[in-house]
């Protein structure tokens, strides 16, 4: 039996990016605030200081800031006829661990997804027709719009000091921004970043296409700057050393450099670290979360009761403790019934390598940050006529090549040998010469009725418990676009002067071994109608009213962006519902 | 003045631990949990005998490393500079026996986009190969080990180990070359802290700067060569005053 703590008027399960907004937003209300972190605690001076921190075989190979699959992975397979076998060390992508969860360790790319990604079904259903869509993709729209989000994104923004430059103020297209963003209240706080070489030759490169490049929006500042918690954030140095790492300079946005310092002062929070949530409580009527059980570092059980309880974990995990705690009805591919675990998404990363004459070329590789990079949106969303094509959904792209770190940041031209003098030799000759951005083309990956999540019949974690088992495969509609797209960009790439140009295009089946992002969407997601969402617009949960799911778990699919600045305006909206509404009454926010 | 500091933080910083045996699980509440000294920077790998190898294998990998990484006039190869120091390490280290890995059963083989789904770690893998190389090398070359037969041999066994064509006993030639491969790499280009990438010779070679952290005076200075050389998490030989004979 797990020993009883006293109770709480809220418990938070993680202390990332949506758990420290929402123990900042509720403490201030004067709730009483734990919140239970299942890594350890992280902070710049301790774990990531500038003199250790750029070290690329610690933490980009050996994965250091990051939750170790010894202790939380899940299983995968393509397809149901396969066995789903267990992810053993991580490839496709990575998972957040720790005080300040994978907002330590991004690259801080701050975008705003596009209005229409809101209303996705109903947008390309109307301009394209029902039956332009295939059979079996389970796109949805959100149950929230861009304009009710809007103020929430502009808070994030402010939060981080973003630096970027306005595309969109209050409907007024701006010069050097990106005309497809949705109208913005303000400008970004803070002004773009500096862009080195290659990243300003594909600007280059793109205007004189006809396109409208712009900066990438960075959460790696151009200028210190001072948030409204009276935190400071330093300038960014470029240093190339972000993505993967923790910043030491205090100049990447994070829960340590925006919100931590000020929320562990409040008397009425306490965070537990080391401490992993194994399941959520519920009373005898299933419709009322009680608490929470933890193990601390010993194996020993505690129980935290708590009126409120909000869902704060990475994403999957999110919907694995949903599972092991028996909230709502699980998803069956079969019939189509039940939520959680379904419309399961990721993201369509492709790129193209353009090798350049070393004697014209020099890029300086080295010289990045995390959200470097000038971009075009000109296929994203829907911003280009699909209906030629025989696809929905698209992407940015952009010269966002964000470090020249040696051991994983030394392109060969294709037909090198993979050893001896001839790959020394082109090591040599091509480092400091070639663009090479992993993510060149970041597209979206729609959801269908055969990618999703449940629980794995043979592996179990450290505490016996089984498994999430994910089912995913790239569907024909996302290959399409990929290979659309990245000739789209290598386009561009061969226009800034490349001698050659390497096309890298997303190509199936699904693969859990090379990276693409670590944006893993879906399971719990939010929707008007209790009837095809597992969490209605507030993130509260359609069957427990008094349990909120905050993080991409929500997205009904995923956009071609990054999703953080999402996630955090979701997370944003809901605590000032919880504040301004259901402490007032609690229970349903929307009526099913 | 460290006394002050540290009273500070326990008035300030409940450290409640949570069960008896627990040594880290802990309790953040009134202030950012910190204390002088808890920093926890990398660990040099130290000059001196094998670690994890036994000498006669530690010589096998530095033939394999400096065939991988041939030495040329201006940069040493795979041996000087270091990549069979860094292997035996890291091998000796959390990486050879792939701590933080899931390695709970059962083992079976699937799909390459399942990814890894060995059992054999890094330090077994090594070991067992290394043995079933000595074992082959001995028998086609009249007893002679790896490290002691010539050139075009040599390279013709790793090209073998590549192609699968030569199987190695109890051993998958292939993934031992995969793996090897990498860490010859690795070795070559990781900071020299490690024991690899010796005298900064890769970073050197390619033009990589190192740990120098800020970049901000040279980010506008488009296609100009950056002016200053490498240096790593310890410094750069520069700066360490040199040694009397």
């Known amino acids: 039996m797990p020993r009883k703590l006293p109770g709480k008027d809220v418990v938070i399960i993680g202390l990332g990016w949506t758990g420290s907004i929402l123990a900042h937003e509720l403490t201030a209300a004067g709730l009483d605030v734990v919140a239970i972190e299942r890594g350890p ?101 959100w149950g929230v ?170 994403s999957i995990f999110n919907v694995w403790l949903l599972m092991l705690s028996g909230i709502g009805e699980r998803y069956d591919p079969q019939t189509g019934r039940g939520h959680i675990g379904r419309n399961f998404s990721h993201q369509t990363v492709s790129s193209a390598i353009g090798f350049f004459d070393r004697r014209k070329f020099n890029f300086n590789p080295f010289i990045a940050s995390g959200a470097i990079g000038m971009c075009i949106d000109e296929f994203n969303g829907d911003n280009f006529d699909h209906s030629k ?49 992993g993510a060149g083309v970041h597209g979206s990956c729609y959801s269908y009725r055969g990618n999703y999540l449940d629980l794995d019949p043979t592996y179990r974690d450290r505490f016996g418990r089984p498994l999430l088992r994910l089912t995913m495969d790239l569907h024909e509609n996302e290959l399409k676009m990929s290979a659309f797209l990245t000739d789209r960009y290598a386009e561009i790439i061969q226009r800034m002067g490349a001698t050659q140009v390497v096309k890298q295009p997303r190509k199936g089946p699904y693969s859990i071994v090379d990276y693409q992002t670590s944006h893993i969407c879906g399971g719990a997601i939010m929707g008007s109608d209790p009837g095809s969402s597992a969490v209605n617009p507030w993130l509260q949960s359609w069957d427990v009213p008094n349990l909120f799911v905050f993080g991409m778990s929500a997205f009904p699919q995923n956009a071609g962006y990054n999703p953080t600045n999402t996630v955090a305006a979701l997370a944003f909206r809901t605590a000032e519902a919880i504040r301004t509404q259901y402490l007032k009454n609690p229970g349903p926010l929307v009526h099913a | ?108 083989d699937g799909s390459k986009e399942q990814g890894m789904q060995s059992p054999v770690t890094p330090a077994q893998r090594y070991r067992a190969a290394l043995a079933a190389l000595d074992k082959h090398c001995r ?69 990589f700067p190192g740990a120098r952290y800020d970049y901000r005076d040279w980010v506008e200075r488009h296609n100009e060569p950056y002016p200053r050389p490498p240096m790593g998490i310890e410094g750069r030989p520069a700066w360490t005053p040199p040694r009397s004979q």
């Open chain 1, 389 to 437: 094509l025989g696809f929905v959904g698209g992407g940015y792209m952009g010269q966002v090549q964000s470090n020249g770190r040696p051991m994983e940041t030394t392109p060969v031209p294709p037909g090198t040998p993979l050893w001896g003098p001839e790959w020394k030799r082109a090591i040599r000759d091509n480092y400091l010469s070639t663009v090479f951005a």
């Open chain 1, 145 to 314: 719009t861009y304009d009710e989000l809007e103020p929430y994104y502009d808070r994030f923004e402010h939060l981080c000091g973003t630096s970027g430059t306005a595309g969109n103020l209050r409907g007024v297209i701006q010069e050097g921004g990106n005309p497809f963003e949705g109208p913005r209240s303000r400008a970004y706080p803070t002004p773009a970043q500096k862009q080195p070489f290659s990243h300003t030759l594909f600007a280059q490169a793109a205007r004189e296409m006809g396109y409208k490049p712009f900066p990438q929006p960075s959460g790696n500042l151009s200028q210190a700057y001072t948030n409204p918690l009276g935190v400071t954030l330093g300038p960014c140095t470029y240093c190339g050393f972000c993505e993967w790492f923790g910043c030491g300079n205090y100049s990447k946005a994070s829960p340590q450099t925006t919100i931590l310092p000020v929320l562990v002062r409040q008397p009425n929070f306490e965070a537990r670290t080391e401490c992993e949530v194994t399941r959520i409580l519920l009373d005898s009527t299933g419709k009322r979360a009680t608490g929470v059980v933890y193990a601390d570092t010993s194996g020993e059980e505690w129980e935290q009761p708590a009126d409120i309880v909000l869902l704060c974990a990475f």
């Open chain 1, 41 to 141: 605690w992280r902070d710049t001076a301790t774990d990531f200081p500038p003199s250790y921190a750029p070290d690329e075989l610690r933490y980009r190979l050996h994965h250091e800031l990051f939750l170790r699959p010894a202790q939380s992975t899940l299983t995968f397979r393509n397809n149901p006829s396969q066995t789903a076998l267990p992810i053993r060390t991580w490839g496709a992508f990575m998972l957040g661990n720790g005080a300040g969860g994978a907002g330590v360790h991004w690259n801080a790319e701050t975008w705003r997804f596009l209005p229409t990604d809101f209303t996705l079904r109903s947008h390309l259903t109307q301009r394209y027709g029902a039956a332009f869509l295939p059979e079996d993709m389970t796109i949805q729209d």
């Open chain 2, 139 to 207: 028998a086609a070359f009249a007893g002679k080990p790896f490290a002691q037969i010539p050139d075009d041999q040599k390279d013709a066994i790793i090209r073998g180990l590549e192609s699968s064509s030569l199987q190695l006993d109890g051993s998958s030639g292939r993934a031992f070359f995969e793996l090897l491969l990498k860490d010859t790499q690795h070795g070559f280009l990781a900071d020299p802290i490690y024991g690899g990438n010796r005298d900064m010779a890769g970073w050197k070679m390619i033009g």
């Open chain 2, 1 to 108: 003045m460290a006394g002050i500091a540290r009273r500070r933080l326990l008035t300030t910083t409940a450290w409640l631990l949570c069960g008896a045996a627990s040594a880290r699980a802990m309790t953040v509440k009134g202030a950012l949990p910190w204390a002088p000294g808890e920093a926890d920077p990398p660990q040099p790998a130290r000059p001196g005998p094998w670690v994890f190898f036994t000498p006669e294998e530690g010589a096998d990998v530095e033939a394999l490393a400096d065939r991988l990484i041939p030495p040329d006039p201006d940069t040493p190869g795979g041996r000087d500079s270091g990549c069979a120091v860094f292997i035996d390490r890291q091998l000796a280290g959390a990486y050879g026996s792939y701590q933080g890995y899931y390695m709970r059963p059962p083992f079976q």
